[in-house]
């Protein structure tokens, strides 16, 4: 019984000692990263009713895919 105590006590005190020790870097490389060719657009005063359009050049510059997994939500804000 003491040997199966001392045995577990030397176990906890090695994995406690060697997890301190330790300081291993973990490094996250590469990412999808969007790119448009306009931030902004101001398309003046525009009558309700009136159709307006926009067209944006969207490219993934980053080093990995890009995918979606359901429709892009796109917030049309007013007055900025």
């Not at 060697?18 to 448009?36: C, F, T």
């Not at 398309?43 to 895919?65: E, H, M, Y």
């Amino acid at each position: 019984m003491l040997g199966g105590v001392l045995l577990l006590g030397l176990t906890a005190f090695l994995f406690w000692r060697g997890g301190a020790a330790s300081s291993a870097q973990i490094e996250v490389s590469g990412a999808p990263r969007l790119k448009a060719d306009k931030e902004k657009v101001d398309l003046g005063a525009v009558q309700l009713g009136q159709t307006v359009q926009v067209s944006f050049k969207i490219a993934n510059v980053g080093d990995k895919p890009l995918r979606f997994t359901e429709d892009p939500y796109v917030e049309v804000v007013e007055g900025c």
